[in-house]
Each structure stands twice: as structure tokens, then as C-alpha cells.
């Protein structure tokens, strides 16, 4: 009992310092952006500041091109892990890896010449000539796939809850992200440059710190010998639910950008995008402080220590609550005046705007320990059914909404749309089926 207690401790203040660093580190790299978004945006004007924002997005939903195994490997080490079976570790990693590498080697010449299958131009829909709208997206998708398996180390460290030095990582990563392409469109370079530039020096910084990563757990290190089909296809089996989900929840949550740009165009996707940055600031901090419970839940139910998950779930849906709702409602109040000093009179958003990008962001907030603890679960299944179901009604919904009340209809459509088909669905499986699971599964010499 002793034990348990004391594991549940140390996976609690895991996630607490893991927590605290990931906001420091996030607000840090935030704040950076935030003080460069303002030079961007006259840099490169608000036409084309529309098409970087429209085309950046494009990333959120190329959450598949890993196939998912990034994030089972999140899951999968941490059970190995705990139950210190070094072997399987590294089982783990090098055929994580191997899939990685495979996929990059496939979808990096894809991505280069990914304008020759996609409209990219009319997706965009901005006042830029289409050849270097298509070289810009040729040479961020190309560049985002080859960053798959240089974020190999910071799975590793999220598997091992490493969080306060993962977190630092990021840092550095976002940051170098997020001052590339401001130095480059002050430079008055052309637009593909300034696009690609943020993810190639990502790539440096992610690859830098895969490298470390092995420098410092060389029980990691593949072997010869060490991958093989039976544990690449368990590895692959584990990801591809986690590779829907992911890239549903991608294109649900995220398709508002193109939705806006493609039926209003570019100037209204820059409008949208400069209101949503300090609502999407907010859940992204909210998303890394929770980001630990993934493993520890997985760590937990290895361990078969099920009253610590159902109280960490509950804790941390109720710390949610408690912390944002306050906070969105001086940004939803302060932030309209401020976007007019800081970006230009074209770019105030309209009240409704700005309301229900505070009302979205409050239900993702809410909504994330679920997900969290869910996926350490590994109950993927049910998540994927009410995304799909979700992902589909909010398109349909927010083209709709877009042709009829401008836009603010896009978000509003995720507003309703996430709460009915997935936000209470989730909390209701949690609060009924989960503990039912839970008990289900009775510890066997101390491992679930």
C-alpha cells in the first residue's frame, strides 16, 4: 500500500513539474512569437500574411505522417519501462524508429511535389502567384516529413516523463521556429522561403535533440538484429488508431483557417488567425501542462494502481475549470481593442468572433485530461467513432455558417458540434464506463 502510495506521489509530481515547465517554456516561446507576430504581419502584409497563416495549418493535419507510431510509443515504452524490461525498451524504439525513417524516405519526394495532385492556389486564395504559393507548400510539406524521425527523442523523454527537459527542448524548437521566418520576411525574401524557414529550424533543433536523447540512454540504441515484424506490426497496430484519432481530431479542430480562407478568402483568414492567437496560446498551455498524464496513466494501469487514474482524471478536469474560465474572460474582453493597436484597424475581429473563439477554448480546455487519460488507456476506439462523427458534422456545419454569418460561423460550428459529440460523450464515458474498466483488470503481482 505503501508502495502505491508513494508511486502515486511521484506520478503526481511529475506531472506538476512537468506542468509548470511546459508553461514556462511555452510562455516563454509564446511570448517571443507574440512580440514577432506584430512584424510579420506588416512584413509580409495582410494578403499574404493570410496565405502564411492558411498554409502553416497544414501542418496540423499531417498528424498521420508518422502512421500514428510516434504517439504509440509514447504508450508502449512507458508500460516497458515500468516494468523495467530493458529489452523491450529497445525492441520498441528501433522499430519505431525503422517505421519512421520508412516513411520519411516515401513521403518527403511526395511532399515535393505535393502542388501536382493538390489546388494549393485556390485553397490559399490569396493575391500571390500560384508558382510560389506551390513551391512554399512543396517545401514545408517536404520539409515537415522529414522532421518525423527527428522527433524521435522527444517521445522518448515524454515515455520516460521527462517532462521538464522535454519541455526545454520545445522551447528552443518553437523558438527557433518562430524567429526564422520573421528574419526572413524583414529580409523581403520570397514568400516559399519564409514558409519553409520555421520548420527547417525545427528540424535542426528536434534532430539535435534525438541525438542527445541516445547520448544519454544508450540501452536504446538499436542493435542489429532488433527489428522485427512481430513487434513493427504490434508498433503499427497501436499507431494506426492513434493516427486516426490524431488526424481527425486535426482536421476537426483545425479546419477553420482554410474553411474561412477558401470561402472568404485570405484577408479573413488574417483576421481570424491574429484573434485566435492568445485562445490557441491558452489550450496549448493547458495541452502540455496535462501532456504528462499520458504516461503516468499508462505507467498507472500497468501497475494496476486504478484509484490513482480515476482521482488524477477527475483533479485535473476540475483544475481546468477552475483556471481558465477566469482567465478567457479577460482575454475575450481585453483582447479585441488590442488587435486594432496592434496589427492594424483592418484586422478587428467582430464581438462574435471573439466570443466564441472564447467559448471553444474552454471546452477544449475541459475536454483535454479526458482525452489524456484516455489515451494513456489506450481506449482509442471510442475516441476515433466520436471524432469522426464530430470531424464531419463541424465541416458541413461550418461552411454553412461561414456563407451565412461571416467569420465567426466556422467556430461556432466547432462549439456546437464538439460539445454535443464529444465533450459530453467523453466526460459521460469516463464518469460510467471507466471505472468499470478499471476494476476489470486486477493486478497480477503487482502489474495490470
Same mark, same amino acid.
Given at each position: 500500500?505503501?508502495?502505491?502510495?508513494?508511486?502515486?506521489?511521484?506520478?503526481?509530481?511529475?506531472?506538476?513539474?512537468?506542468?509548470?515547465?511546459?508553461?514556462?517554456?511555452?510562455?516563454?516561446?509564446?511570448?517571443?512569437?507574440?512580440?514577432?507576430?506584430?512584424?510579420?504581419?506588416?512584413?509580409?502584409?495582410?494578403?499574404?500574411?493570410?496565405?502564411?497563416?492558411?498554409?502553416?495549418?497544414?501542418?496540423?493535419?499531417?498528424?498521420?505522417?508518422?502512421?500514428?507510431?510516434?504517439?504509440?510509443?509514447?504508450?508502449?515504452?512507458?508500460?516497458?519501462?515500468?516494468?523495467?524490461?530493458?529489452?523491450?525498451?529497445?525492441?520498441?524504439?528501433?522499430?519505431?524508429?525503422?517505421?519512421?525513417?520508412?516513411?520519411?524516405?516515401?513521403?518527403?519526394?511526395?511532399?515535393?511535389?505535393?502542388?501536382?495532385?493538390?489546388?494549393?492556389?485556390?485553397?490559399?486564395?490569396?493575391?500571390?502567384?500560384?508558382?510560389?504559393?506551390?513551391?512554399?507548400?512543396?517545401?514545408?510539406?517536404?520539409?515537415?516529413?522529414?522532421?518525423?524521425?527527428?522527433?524521435?527523442?522527444?517521445?522518448?523523454?515524454?515515455?520516460?516523463?521527462?517532462?521538464?527537459?522535454?519541455?526545454?527542448?520545445?522551447?528552443?524548437?518553437?523558438?527557433?521556429?518562430?524567429?526564422?521566418?520573421?528574419?526572413?520576411?524583414?529580409?523581403?525574401?520570397?514568400?516559399?522561403?519564409?514558409?519553409?524557414?520555421?520548420?527547417?529550424?525545427?528540424?535542426?533543433?528536434?534532430?539535435?535533440?534525438?541525438?542527445?536523447?541516445?547520448?544519454?540512454?544508450?540501452?536504446?540504441?538499436?542493435?542489429?538484429?532488433?527489428?522485427?515484424?512481430?513487434?513493427?506490426?504490434?508498433?503499427?497496430?497501436?499507431?494506426?488508431?492513434?493516427?486516426?484519432?490524431?488526424?481527425?481530431?486535426?482536421?476537426?479542430?483545425?479546419?477553420?483557417? +482554410?474553411?474561412?480562407? #477558401? $470561402?472568404? =478568402?485570405?484577408?479573413?483568414? %488574417?483576421?481570424?488567425?491574429?484573434? !485566435?492567437?492568445?485562445? &490557441? @496560446?491558452?489550450?496549448?498551455?493547458?495541452?502540455?501542462?496535462?501532456?504528462?498524464?499520458?504516461?503516468?496513466?499508462?505507467?498507472?494501469?500497468?501497475?494496476?494502481?486504478?484509484?490513482?487514474?480515476?482521482?488524477?482524471?477527475?483533479?485535473?478536469?476540475?483544475?481546468?475549470?477552475?483556471?481558465?474560465?477566469?482567465?478567457?474572460?479577460?482575454?475575450?474582453?481585453?483582447?479585441?481593442?488590442?488587435?486594432?493597436?496592434?496589427?492594424?484597424?483592418?484586422?478587428?475581429?467582430?464581438?462574435?468572433?471573439?466570443?466564441?473563439?472564447?467559448?471553444?477554448?474552454?471546452?477544449?480546455?475541459?475536454?483535454?485530461?479526458?482525452?489524456?487519460? +484516455?489515451?494513456?488507456? #489506450? $481506449?482509442? =476506439?471510442?475516441?476515433?467513432? %466520436?471524432?469522426?462523427?464530430?470531424? !464531419?458534422?463541424?465541416? &458541413? @456545419?461550418?461552411?454553412?455558417?461561414?456563407?451565412?454569418?461571416?467569420?465567426?460561423?466556422?467556430?461556432?460550428?466547432?462549439?456546437?458540434?464538439?460539445?454535443?459529440?464529444?465533450?459530453?460523450?467523453?466526460?459521460?464515458?469516463?464518469?460510467?464506463?471507466?471505472?468499470?474498466?478499471?476494476?476489470?483488470?486486477?493486478?497480477?503481482?503487482?502489474?495490470?
Amino acid at each position: 500500500m505503501n508502495d502505491a502510495a508513494g508511486a502515486g506521489d511521484r506520478r503526481s509530481s511529475g506531472i506538476k513539474r512537468s506542468g509548470l515547465a511546459g508553461i514556462v517554456a511555452k510562455g516563454t516561446s509564446a511570448g517571443l512569437s507574440f512580440l514577432l507576430l506584430p512584424v510579420l504581419v506588416r512584413s509580409l502584409g495582410r494578403d499574404s500574411y493570410g496565405a502564411y497563416a492558411a498554409a502553416t495549418t497544414v501542418a496540423m493535419f499531417l498528424t498521420w505522417s508518422d502512421l500514428g507510431v510516434g504517439l504509440a510509443l509514447v504508450s508502449r515504452l512507458a508500460r516497458a519501462t515500468s516494468e523495467s524490461d530493458t529489452d523491450a525498451a529497445r525492441l520498441i524504439v528501433a522499430n519505431t524508429w525503422s517505421i519512421m525513417w520508412i516513411l520519411a524516405l516515401i513521403l518527403v519526394p511526395l511532399g515535393a511535389v505535393s502542388s501536382w495532385i493538390i489546388p494549393w492556389p485556390s485553397l490559399i486564395n490569396a493575391h500571390i502567384p500560384a508558382h510560389d504559393i506551390e513551391l512554399a507548400l512543396d517545401l514545408y510539406l517536404a520539409t515537415t516529413f522529414l522532421g518525423v524521425p527527428a522527433g524521435l527523442g522527444l517521445r522518448i523523454m515524454q515515455a520516460h516523463q521527462q517532462g521538464v527537459r522535454a519541455n526545454l527542448w520545445v522551447l528552443c524548437s518553437t523558438s527557433a521556429g518562430a524567429v526564422a521566418p520573421v528574419l526572413l520576411a524583414v529580409s523581403h525574401v520570397p514568400f516559399w522561403a519564409v514558409l519553409a524557414s520555421g520548420n527547417v529550424a525545427m528540424l535542426m533543433v528536434n534532430g539535435t535533440q534525438t541525438i542527445a536523447v541516445f547520448r544519454r540512454n544508450r540501452h536504446l540504441l538499436p542493435r542489429t538484429g532488433d527489428v522485427e515484424f512481430t513487434s513493427a506490426r504490434r508498433t503499427l497496430g497501436s499507431g494506426t488508431l492513434f493516427l486516426t484519432l490524431n488526424l481527425v481530431v486535426a482536421f476537426a479542430y483545425q479546419a477553420d483557417t +482554410l474553411v474561412i480562407s #477558401s $470561402v472568404l =478568402g485570405a484577408r479573413y483568414a %488574417a483576421v481570424f488567425a491574429t484573434s !485566435a492567437k492568445p485562445f &490557441a @496560446l491558452l489550450f496549448d498551455l493547458a495541452a502540455i501542462y496535462n501532456l504528462q498524464l499520458w504516461p503516468a496513466i499508462a505507467e498507472a494501469n500497468a501497475s494496476g494502481d486504478a484509484d490513482w487514474v480515476k482521482t488524477a482524471l477527475w483533479k485535473s478536469t476540475r483544475r481546468m475549470c477552475v483556471v481558465a474560465l477566469p482567465i478567457l474572460l479577460v482575454v475575450v474582453v481585453v483582447w479585441r481593442p488590442l488587435i486594432g493597436v496592434l496589427f492594424g484597424p483592418g484586422f478587428t475581429p467582430p464581438w462574435s468572433l471573439v466570443i466564441a473563439l472564447g467559448v471553444w477554448t474552454f471546452q477544449q480546455i475541459v475536454g483535454n485530461p479526458v482525452a489524456m487519460v +484516455l489515451n494513456g488507456l #489506450s $481506449v482509442v =476506439g471510442f475516441q476515433v467513432i %466520436a471524432s469522426v462523427i464530430m470531424g !464531419a458534422a463541424n465541416l &458541413a @456545419l461550418s461552411i454553412v455558417l461561414a456563407h451565412r454569418i461571416g467569420v465567426s460561423g466556422p467556430v461556432w460550428a466547432s462549439v456546437v458540434t464538439h460539445a454535443t459529440l464529444l465533450l459530453v460523450p467523453s466526460l459521460a464515458y469516463a464518469r460510467w464506463f471507466l471505472p468499470r474498466k478499471l476494476q476489470a483488470r486486477p493486478a497480477v503481482n503487482g502489474i495490470a
